[in-house]
């Protein structure tokens, strides 16, 4: 009888120390048998979300024994998925996927909570925007939208991201460029890629702007048409032109990518690191790249931290010009 008493207990010993080894302590740098969790601060169907699901397949391909989840925290242009972010200061199994939207969204909600309470750990893709509208509307081409933006800006309803973002920064900056007030555009925000394409197919509103990737199977297929996009060339395999050749002077790109919580130890900022490294150098990332529409930009450490910063500035005061900020 006490023999198979002790046997039980070392049996349950053994148990609690393989379950230490995978959870307590066990930061990104525990060799790849912890979680990872991916937080797409934003409505499923959008860009940081699209990201974000592409980014778990893609660390699944490079690393099948690595247990990766993607949840999403809607609301405020990321900013609330950034407030619950920053309190799980140290936690090295968090990535969040962010970008230049997120950027536009703290300076036009005021968050309390910054960029500076996380992690940066790597820049992935830009994305240039395209704007659109349903298949039988009577804007045509692009110079029906600034006609009837002249006319009567309040009548040219805008359906986008969040407020402050991306969309409504190309918003402002096409309404300036065709002689329009900024702060007169009608810009309906929405959590998520999702929703705008939901308004627009529904007749709810004039004109939808959101990256290529959200917006290009739907051109292809007849039921949204483009009337340009804010590269400065044209894009092999869409038919739209760019805002330049519409007569808009407007070029813009969007960017995505990984920040984790603030506090985390070296060991896990260099484990994330090279597990999205990892991720990045794999063919199912390159195949989602490429079939998405979006551009490298890979970025780490230094170098990215840089960046992150020299954009904030940017992004502030475009904000500041465009008169987002109340």
């Excluded at 409505?43 to 024994?65: C, F, L, N």
């Excluded at 009577?138 to 029906?144: E, G, V």
Aim: proline share 3%.
């Amino acid at each position: 009888m006490r023999l198979r008493i002790l046997a039980a207990l070392a049996a349950i010993s053994v148990t609690a120390l393989t379950g230490c080894g995978e959870n307590a302590g066990g930061g990104a740098a525990s060799g790849g048998t912890s979680a990872l969790r991916i937080m797409a601060p934003a409505s499923p169907g959008g860009g940081w979300d699209q990201t974000s699901r592409v980014a778990e397949q893609a660390i699944k391909s490079a690393d099948p024994k690595r247990r990766v989840e993607v949840y999403n925290v809607p609301g405020a242009g990321g900013t609330i998925g950034l407030s619950q972010l920053a309190g799980e200061k140290g936690n090295g199994n968090l990535l969040m996927t962010m970008g230049l939207v997120m950027l536009g969204a703290i300076e036009q909600n005021k968050s309390k909570v910054t960029l500076a309470e996380t992690t940066p750990v790597a820049k992935l893709t830009e994305e240039y925007e395209i704007v659109v509208v349903p298949a039988d509307s009577p804007l045509k081409q692009l110079s029906d939208l600034v006609a009837a933006w002249k006319a009567d800006p309040a009548k040219v309803s805008v359906a986008g991201g969040s407020a402050g973002g991306t969309d409504h920064i190309v918003a402002g900056l096409m309404a300036k460029a065709a002689g329009v007030d900024p702060k007169q555009v009608n810009y309906i925000a929405h959590s998520g890629g999702g929703e705008a394409l939901n308004a627009l197919l529904g007749g709810k509103v004039t004109i939808g702007v959101s990256g290529i990737g959200e917006f290009a199977e739907h051109v292809k297929s007849g039921k949204l048409r483009a009337l340009g996009i804010t590269s400065g060339q044209r894009i092999s395999g869409l038919d739209a032109p760019t805002l330049k050749e519409g007569g808009l002077d407007v070029e813009l790109a969007n960017w995505r990518g990984f920040v984790a919580p603030g506090g985390i130890s070296d060991g896990d900022k260099q484990a994330l690191t090279d597990l999205v490294t990892k991720m990045h150098d794999s063919q199912a990332w390159k195949d989602a790249v490429a079939k998405n529409g979006w551009i490298d930009s890979f970025q780490t450490g230094q170098e990215f931290a840089g960046y992150l910063n020299a954009e904030q500035a940017r992004v502030k005061g475009i904000i500041a010009e465009m008169g987002l900020v109340s």
